[in-house]
């Protein structure tokens, strides 16, 4: 089946530096990826839709000069969270969806960013 | 290698009836446990969970069943509504990460 990773799946950060996230497709190219933020026992939240060769399509209350996202191939989209702060610190999940196929996810492990 | 899987890719019950969706995992160390709701073009919404210390779950009209010697869970969705029409994930967690099933896409015939 399709695998979508992730790295680094756990980062502890300085309030105040940026983190990079990386999603991956492994056996598959993906035009579109989707990153997501979870809270405990909550939905994850759509934060936005990353596109290969174009700028990301972001949900309404996310910050787009605060997570910078890059879709730099067709396999590789990066999550940048810039200027860290203790309430960023959460789990950032990213999916892709192979084209052509109707709501089929393949989702990443996660990342758990703790910001201190 | 899928940690979770969801054999099923599709599932059609009728209105009324119970859904029963199915997950297996791999790892016993998962200790924690989730399903979630996707409709098209929409993130994935949470449904409902169970810790490993449990066997069973229930919220309304939702249940989640918990073998942990078979390594499976379940959802179970009784009586069934056409409004519950939806891609359903597991996913499981231990430690610092998350594993997701691919979906299994419920159709409530009215």
């Known amino acids: 089946g399709a695998v979508v990773s992730q790295h680094p799946s756990w980062v502890i950060c300085k309030s105040g530096t940026s983190v990079k996230i990386e999603c991956r497709s492994l056996?598959?190219?993906?035009?579109?990826m989707f990153w997501y933020r979870q809270f405990p026992k909550q939905s994850l939240m759509l934060m936005a839709t990353s596109n290969e060769g174009s700028k990301a399509t972001y949900e309404q209350g996310v910050e787009k000069d605060k997570f910078l996202i890059n879709h730099a191939s067709l396999t590789l989209s990066t999550l940048t969270v810039t200027s860290a702060h203790p309430e960023d610190s959460s789990f950032y999940i990213c999916s892709a969806g192979l084209a052509g196929i109707n709501n089929e996810q393949f989702f990443g492990p996660g990342t758990r960013l703790t910001v201190l | 290698d899928q940690q979770v899987k969801q054999n099923s890719p599709s599932l059609s019950v009728q209105e009324g009836r119970i859904s029963i969706l199915n997950c297996d995992y791999t790892n016993s160390m998962f200790d924690y446990f989730l399903w979630y709701k996707k409709y098209p073009a929409e993130g994935p919404t949470f449904l409902i969970s169970i810790s490993s210390i449990k066997d069973k779950n229930e919220d309304g009209r939702f249940t989640v069943f918990l073998n942990k010697s078979a390594k499976h869970l379940s959802l179970h969705i009784v009586p069934s509504q056409p409004g519950d029409s939806a891609v359903y994930f597991c996913?499981?967690?231990?430690?610092?990460?998350?594993?997701f099933g691919t979906g299994t896409s419920l159709t409530v015939i009215p």
């Open positions: 056996d598959f190219q993906a035009t579109t």
């Open positions: 996913a499981a967690s231990g430690g610092n990460q998350f594993y």
